[in-house]
Every structure is written in structure tokens, then in C-alpha cells.
């Protein structure tokens, strides 16, 4: 199993962090004498065997049929209850949907476990006020059975719709460093996005989408270029488009482990995107601007109320030789901006590679390299503060977060 890093866009609660990955669907939980992990910081997720109880189908051994047997999970949850661990939600399995990835379950099967899991859920948790989420399917987007699956369970049952995203392909891809550069590439992927939000719109208001996994690059990412600089351009990027289609919660693949993981797999130091991370659950709140700009392809922009007051930027220069010099407008015309912002210093935080290297693990924050202190505490990531009048100058192949405390968007009021 893996932990897997989430980052809520809708909540400023506890960290969430799923426990789960391709091997659920074969483990069993023993909880007799055990004592799992108290993540008293974070908000957990568990994924749950849905393989329990079915066999393979006579004409497809990958097709799994019958009802799923709960005893495991009831168990579970018993011992939860019992030691007082807080769960947020659970998920039953792990890419069975659609074509499946090492099995897969028919949707009107899956739809109706899913009914009996929330049964289990509701009785084990009398009280709303701590009763758990339940999440579903945890896969591949795939439009038919994910429809079926929700005309079976009905509205009110899943409270989190997961889908998984692997869009830059297989970590031993050699072209893998240019697709994290490529902004067409890179937005490919908003179709199933849309789609997914869509979906939920459709048959289930009340289930919001989740991308329940993503590493970008499947077997475990690249090499030499999922724990570096150069990712965060797919990751950022995938922070602020899965916001603009309504996503709720974006999980990680992984906290540590693998070329992907958030955390060194040896040191456990903070590789650069886990600061990415960071910045964005410090300065991104849960309200979505509309932004736009009229420049190149290779400049991506995103933008949301921020966690304090007024608007935080996200611009992304995947460009290699061009600076870009950003204004912000006001296309509503409601505030004079420079009259506004003169008051208010703007706060930017620049984010580069270590000698401009975009495969370096070495994360400038405006010059200075983010290194753990000599107690192994996160170091201060501070802005610097610059005349709101002047544009916001984008280097090369850089980061920057941008918050205009004078800037009051009436959806942030």
C-alpha cells in the first residue's frame, strides 16, 4: 500500500492522505492485536478489498463477479471506532472500473456494493457529525459504466466521485521531459476533467469530483524528472485546471514513494513539489477566479481568492528563453487598480530550479534554496514585496505566485 498526499480545494481542515494504491484489492486488514498508524494531523482515507467475496468469470478472468463480503471492513472500522481514530472517508477498491487495470467489477454490481458499503457506514457512524465519506470508483475515467454506476447507486450515496489521471504516459517514456513542457500536451487532459464534472452534474449533484490519484507518469513517474523542478509545471497546472472544473479534492501519487513522491524515498527531504504544494494550501483559497491572457501558450495562468484577503495569482512559464511581464486587469472595470493597490505591497513568491537546471531536486523560493532547518522543520517560505504598480515579470521556465491584497473580486467578498 501507499500514502497518498491530497490537497483540498474546498476546506482548510486537515491534511488528507489516502492509504491505498493497486495492491488493496488483495490485502486483508488484519486488526487483531495490531495498532495502526494515529494520524492525528491528517485526514484519512481508506481504501477497502473490494475483491472480497467474488471470482473470476469463467469467460473473463479479469471480470470479477458476485457481491462483495463486508467483514473486513466492518472490522475495520470497529477497530477505528474503538481506538478512536477519526476516519474522513473510505473507497471501495482500486481501478476496477471500466476496463479495470488487474481486474474490473460491472458497474450495476459495483453501484449496488457501493449502496451496501454506505449502509455499513451509516450504521457503524450513528451520528452525521463523524460519519465518514464513502468515495468511488478510484479509476479511469471511462463515461458509460461510470453513468451506470451512478444511475445504480442513486443521488445521496457517493460523496466523492475519484477518478485516476496518468496523462504524460509511462515514466520510461525518453520524450517524458518534453511533454511536462508542452502546454498543448498538457492540455489534453481537460476534456476528462470536464467530462467527469459533467457526469456528476448529471446523475449525482451531490457527488463532487475528485481526482482520487495522479502521479503523472505511470510505474512509478520518471526518473529524472518526476522528483525535479520540471514536474511542477504538470503539477501546478493540474492544481489550478482540475479547480476551474469544479474538483474538489486533487490527491497526489505519492506522499513518498517511487520517482513521484512528494518526499525524498531515502531522506525523506522535501523534493520541489511538496513546496509547490505547500504554497498553494497557504495562498490558494477555495473560491475560482476566471483568468485569461492574450499571450503565449506557454504561460499559464490561474487565479482564486486568497486564504486571507484579496487574489492570489498563479502564472507558470514553461518557456525557455522568454520573460513575461504580466498586468493584472480588472475586465469587470469595478476597481481603479491603481489606486487600489498602491496601498498594498504585492507579495510574489518565484519559484526556480537550482542554477536554472529544471531536472535539479533544489528548489529556489525567490533566489534562496528551500532547505529544511537544523531541527528538520520547514524553512520560512516569505514573499518579497514589490510596487503593485509595476507588472509582474515571469522569468523563464519559472513559478510565481502572485496576492493583490488590494484587489477585492466580488466572489471573494
Not at 470479477?64 to 471501495?92: C, F, P, V
Not at 467489477?105 to 451520528?127: C, E, F, R, W
Request: hydrophobic share 35%; glycine share 8%; net charge neutral.
Amino acid at each position: 500500500m501507499r500514502i497518498i498526499g491530497c490537497i483540498s480545494h474546498v476546506t482548510d481542515s486537515s491534511v488528507p492522505l489516502k492509504i491505498g494504491g493497486q495492491k488493496i484489492n488483495v490485502i486483508i486488514i488484519n486488526v487483531h492485536g495490531e495498532k495502526l498508524v494515529s494520524l492525528i494531523w491528517a485526514a484519512i482515507t481508506f481504501s477497502l478489498n473490494a475483491l472480497l467475496g467474488r471470482i473470476p468469470s469463467d469467460e473473463d478472468n479479469t471480470l470479477w463477479e458476485g457481491d462483495w463480503n463486508q467483514y473486513n471492513a466492518k472490522s475495520l472500522m470497529k477497530y477505528t471506532i474503538k481506538r478512536g481514530y477519526k476516519i474522513h472517508s473510505y473507497e471501495l477498491g482500486n481501478e476496477l472500473c471500466g476496463g479495470g487495470v488487474a481486474a474490473k467489477i460491472k458497474a450495476h454490481q459495483y453501484g449496488n456494493d457501493v449502496k451496501k458499503l454506505k449502509k455499513l457506514v451509516t450504521h457503524m457512524y450513528p451520528s452525521p457529525a463523524n460519519r465518514p465519506k464513502i468515495l468511488a470508483p478510484g479509476g479511469f475515467y471511462d463515461e458509460k459504466w461510470f453513468k451506470e454506476f451512478l444511475k445504480t447507486t442513486g443521488p445521496g450515496v457517493v460523496d466523492g466521485l475519484t477518478h485516476h489521471i496518468y496523462n504524460l504516459g509511462a515514466g520510461v517514456d525518453p520524450t517524458l521531459i518534453d511533454k511536462l513542457q508542452n502546454p498543448i500536451y498538457l492540455s489534453q487532459t481537460a476534456q476528462t476533467f470536464n467530462d467527469v464534472e459533467n457526469t456528476a452534474k448529471l446523475f449525482s449533484p451531490s457527488s463532487g469530483p475528485w481526482v482520487g490519484e495522479a502521479g503523472g507518469a505511470y510505474n512509478s513517474g520518471g526518473k529524472t524528472t518526476s522528483h525535479t523542478f520540471v514536474n511542477g509545471f504538470w503539477y501546478l497546472d493540474q492544481l489550478g485546471m482540475t479547480s476551474t472544473f469544479n474538483h474538489k479534492v486533487y490527491c497526489r501519487q505519492s506522499l513518498i514513494g517511487g520517482n513521484y513522491g512528494l518526499l525524498n524515498t531515502t531522506s525523506f527531504i522535501p523534493n520541489p513539489d511538496y513546496y509547490g504544494a505547500l504554497l498553494w494550501n497557504k495562498l490558494m483559497g477555495k473560491n475560482v477566479l476566471s483568468a485569461t491572457h492574450e499571450g503565449s501558450p506557454y504561460l499559464r495562468t490561474y487565479a482564486h481568492c486568497s486564504k486571507t484577503s484579496g487574489v492570489t495569482i498563479l502564472l507558470i512559464n514553461m518557456d525557455k528563453s522568454t520573460t513575461f511581464d504580466v498586468s493584472v486587469v480588472d475586465d469587470l472595470n469595478i476597481y481603479n487598480l491603481d489606486s487600489v493597490e498602491s496601498i498594498h505591497q504585492r507579495e510574489e513568491y518565484h519559484l526556480t530550479p537550482k542554477d536554472g537546471n529544471i531536472q535539479s531536486d533544489v528548489l529556489l523560493l525567490n533566489g534562496t534554496p528551500l532547505k529544511l532547518t537544523s531541527s528538520f522543520d520547514i524553512p520560512e517560505m516569505n514573499p518579497k514585496l514589490v510596487d503593485p504598480t509595476l507588472p509582474i515579470s515571469v522569468a523563464p521556465r519559472s513559478i510565481v505566485f502572485a496576492t493583490l491584497r488590494g484587489f477585492q473580486a466580488p466572489a471573494c467578498a
